[in-house]
């Protein structure tokens, strides 16, 4: 193909995907390459950001290519059976060298494949170098002909699908790889894991947006402990709890310096091994805590224009009822009286019922704190009865008007 037609036909595939796009259809790609890989005799998934447009019911943006989610077991039939469909493949060896794959070229067996077929507009090949190995240039003009698939591979065993990056990171084979009309795909807080690596790629904040307003509490307590394992140091999507002003951010080892500072004691500064012990405490916690079962979640209260300045703590206290914990606010005295408190409480009873399920959460407070009395009240809870003191008890109760 020359260089002229190669061009006409990148714009012309472009105006195709351009006018999908607009028509807001499915992308008809996918039920094509489910009904080629169903007859090949492995187990297969699609990922990415197809799987995700599987799981959103709708197609969201335009993506690049196929992604496959296969496992290592399976790789030489795949090979085999790719091959026999008139693809040629190729294993991807990094920094965008390529082996090309035929009998007698060998496998290394670990290595990512892409199938690719003649006239792909989306891949460029040049001639191999002494090794035996070649370039590969990719162009992102969007696929409009099944002529391209990547196959990624994973390991498994009968109990867990484990993440090809961190396999102490797993997920049951179950919850892994789910339906849509027939067509298999990895599960949205598997691929959004996948995607949390290259943060600076068109498309992929948007990706998580959508997916995790539809994605359920079970899938979203996964993900933001399987971020947090991965991510010691943070990572932006962990930092869901959000209101007008504020942030209330999952406690990460780069916050060290600021929990050292800030953090509730008889002293301050506490010493580097109190903040580094207490920034353990709470992050064992957030893996502890699950859908309908809050053991102590603790976030740092952080203002949007400063998200790296903590201005207190707050979270809900499972001691005396995992499944109704008690709301707690702990704001710096310079930061108090200025609303906070009250974007705190309607911050942690939205992460309540939307990220662990809660039915309920306690609170209480002084009979002359007035602050605390009227946050809660503002932030949706209700007054219920009196500690023997005559202190008041607070309640909140998902789906009741407050």
Known sequence: MSAGSLFCQRKEDAGRQKEQKKEGTMNKLIPEANELLKNGGFEYAFCGGHALDLFLGCESRMHGDIDVCAFRKDRNRIIQYMRSQGF??????????????????????ERNIFCVREGCPMVKLYPP????????????????????????????????FEYARNREITREPEQAILISD????????????????????????QDFE????????????????????????GHPWTDTVKTAQLVLHFVSESDLPEVSRTWPSDHRPVSEKEAMDAV???????????VGCVHHLILAVCGKDDPGRIMGWCGLDGRRSRTEPEIFILLDEEYRHKGYGTQCVKGLLKTAVEDYSLQSVHGGCAGDNTASRRAMEKGGMVQYGTEDNGDPLFRFTAGEKN
């Open 129 to 160: 170098d002494g090794d035996g190995c070649c370039w590969m240039e990719f162009f992102h003009v969007g696929q409009t002909r099944l002529d391209y698939i990547e196959l990624l591979f994973n390991d498994k065993t009968k109990e867990a």
């Open 182 to 205: 027939g067509i298999p795909y990895l599960a949205p807080e598997l691929c959004l894991l996948y995607k949390s690596t290259d943060m600076g790629r068109d498309g992929y904040q």
């Open 280 to 290: 353990a405490y709470i992050r064992g916690n957030y893996e502890k805590n699950t």
């Open 210 to 233: 959508l997916a995790w307003k539809k994605m359920d509490a079970y899938r979203r307590a996964w993900l933001r402990n399987a971020l947090l394992r991965e991510y010691p140091a």
């Open 88 to 109: 040629e493949v190729y294993e991807m060896l990094g920094g965008g060298r390529v082996h090309h794959i035929t009998d007698e070229s060998g496998r290394f067996e």
